[in-house]
């Protein structure tokens, strides 16, 4: 294993820190000049070492904006993944008796580094994967928000006690950690979803392997080292790169006890399917198609602004986004509105102040994106606006879609079926809140739907006949804040037990009972019977 200078507080130097958000790394329109140096190399980070890889494949890390090379990311080698899971292994026996006071005292600190780091972080995440800044800090503020839910662990992991079950017997209940787990990562959300993650299981007293998204693995390796800062001991938390091979490995490893999964339904159904069948625990969360109905009673104002804001924020590459709108009535009086707003939206790069949405995060998604509008069009939805063709100044490379609307789509077409993942909103329409609920429960995704209207009667209805994960009441992304967990549905999810909030406790331990009896007993013959509480 190649180890690195050490500096301060003896950990090794992290080139990648200098890497993702150095001067090179990022341009602007203004310094937009192409740079001659080599882009440095992610490097995994093992037992407490961040080391270069020995691996001899890499994968460029590109500005989706810019297409310049942020840096370059290995595939890790399988001795380099064995390694990791060895100093998760090794470490585990320490940490799991580690007092769980000290334990959140780290993540105490944790907090506090995120939020002295915050602007680092959201322009990493920018420069990698294309979001506005704006967004970026919410992205770190909203895996933050479940760092600070860590910060209680005690309370949370409180066993059940009950006194005197049989004559002199008390029965009580306590959460163990499960061991190494381990997290793989979407691009998305740089920040938030490695934060869901490994927070979560290490206070609980587990140690973990952690794989960012191959697209965009900065914000995940200065969380990493974060956490160091904060105290975390050396082989607690690992982190190895790469695509399947290495989630593969993942998967198959005896020493991992449980693994979280965010992403696409291709690779997380095959997770799914792999690890549970060598024994492991998982919860994978999924791809999504959430919809809005919006009823005629509905505020003018707030719901245009809020299908706006939700269709083509993070230029629709959010699992939450508001990808498809049923309109109660017929959409042809809210259609010119909305493609007002729409239209007024700035695209640029995600560093240009003013920018709403940025570009997606490569070539192939927007090719994606763009065939999906096209085979709308084809089978006969109308184009309300079009946004393939958007050029944006001084970023002529970038992966850029305007914001897009199709009207009068139909659960049939393709891009109604297939998850977009671009700023492409569908319009569809409903004679009643009957049929509207009815389209929603047809699909086969369930992570989120909303409704919007000033009828309690109307919201009540969909409430309760809606099966979707995550219901808003003229809220358009009703993701829960970490106190509850984040509760995707259907296709959406594969599992039983969600991320973060009290599942997201019970997914990272396990539970043990224990039956006791202290008392002094009058000798008396052993009895074969199946104890119970009762007399004979
Ligand atoms: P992705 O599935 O392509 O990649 C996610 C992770 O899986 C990456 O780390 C990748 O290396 C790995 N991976 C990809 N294909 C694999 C395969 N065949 N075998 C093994 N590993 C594989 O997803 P993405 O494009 O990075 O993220 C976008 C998707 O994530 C969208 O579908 C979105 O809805 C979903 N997502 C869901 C949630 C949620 O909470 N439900 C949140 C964020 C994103």
Redesign the pocket.
């Known amino acids: 294993m190649l180890r690195f200078p050490l500096t301060r507080a003896g950990r090794s130097f992290q080139p990648w820190k200098s890497c993702a958000i150095g001067s090179f790394r990022f341009s602007t329109a203004a310094d937009a000049s192409p740079s001659h140096q080599i882009p440095s190399k992610v490097r995994n980070l093992i037992g407490g070492e961040f080391v270069e890889s020995e691996s001899n494949a890499f994968i460029d890390v590109i500005n989706p904006a810019t297409q310049e090379v942020v840096s370059q990311l290995p595939l890790t080698t399988n001795e380099e993944f064995k390694a990791a899971v060895s100093a998760a292994k090794h470490a585990f026996p320490k940490w799991r008796n580690t007092p769980v006071t000290t334990r959140q005292r780290i993540m105490f600190k944790l907090q506090e580094l995120i939020r002295r780091d915050m602007d680092k972080l959201a322009m990493n995440i920018t420069v990698e994967q294309g979001k506005t800044l704006r967004d970026a800090q919410g992205d770190v503020f909203r895996g933050l928000e479940v760092v600070e839910h860590a910060c209680g662990m005690a309370s949370l992991q409180m066993g059940e006690y009950v006194s005197n079950v049989s004559n002199g017997i008390d029965t009580y209940s306590i959460r163990e950690p499960l061991g190494v787990c381990a997290g793989?990562?979407?691009?998305?959300?740089p920040a938030m979803?490695p934060l869901w993650m490994f927070p979560m299981a290490v206070t609980c007293g587990n140690t973990y392997i952690l794989?960012p998204?191959?697209?965009d693995p900065g914000a995940a390796m200065m969380l990493a080292e974060l956490a160091m800062e904060a105290g975390l001991p050396d082989g607690v938390l690992n982190i190895v790169h790469g695509?399947?091979d290495v989630?593969?490995n993942i998967c198959d490893d005896r020493d991992i006890k449980a693994i979280s999964f965010?992403?696409?339904?291709?690779?997380?159904m095959?997770?799914y399917a792999r690890a549970a069948a060598k024994g492991k625990r998982i919860q994978s969360?999924?791809?999504?198609k959430n919809h809005a109905i919006v009823m005629p009673d509905a505020s003018l104002d707030a719901t245009l602004n809020a299908l706006v804001a939700a269709g083509f924020g993070a230029a629709g590459q959010r699992?939450m986004a508001l990808s498809t709108v049923v309109f109660v009535g017929g959409s042809k009086p809210w259609e010119e509105k909305l493609k007002e707003r729409a239209k007024e939206l700035k695209v640029n790069a995600g560093i240009e102040p003013g920018t709403d949405l940025g570009p997606v995060i490569s070539k192939q998604a927007k090719d994606r994106i763009c065939k999906l509008i096209q085979s709308g069009v084809e089978s006969g939805a109308r184009l309300v606006l079009d946004g393939r063709s958007i050029v944006v100044g001084g970023y002529e490379d970038g992966n850029f879609v305007g914001p897009t609307i199709l009207a009068d789509v139909t659960s049939n077409m393709e891009c109604y079926e297939e998850?977009i993942?671009g700023p492409v909103l569908l319009c569809m329409q409903a004679d009643g809140l009957e049929e509207a609920i009815d389209i929603v429960n047809r699909n086969k995704f369930g992570?989120g739907a909303s409704i919007f209207t000033t009828s309690g009667v109307a919201a009540r209805k969909f409430q309760h006949e809606i099966e979707a994960g995550q219901v808003g009441i003229n809220v358009p992304i009703p993701v829960p804040l970490p106190f509850f967990s984040?509760t995707?549905s259907k296709a959406?999810f594969a599992g039983d037990l969600n991320f973060y909030g009290k599942a997201g406790v019970q997914f990272y331990t396990q539970i043990k009972t224990v039956t006791q009896q202290w008392k002094d007993l009058p000798s008396q013959a052993a009895s074969l019977a199946m104890p119970t509480s009762q007399k004979a």
């Not at 793989?184 to 959300?189: E, G, L, S, T």
């Not at 969360?285 to 999504?288: D, I, K």
């Open positions: 793989i990562c979407p691009f998305n959300f979803i794989k998204s191959e697209k695509t399947n989630v593969n965010v992403g696409s339904n291709t690779a997380g095959h997770i969360n999924m791809g999504a699992c998850e993942f992570n984040f995707g959406s």
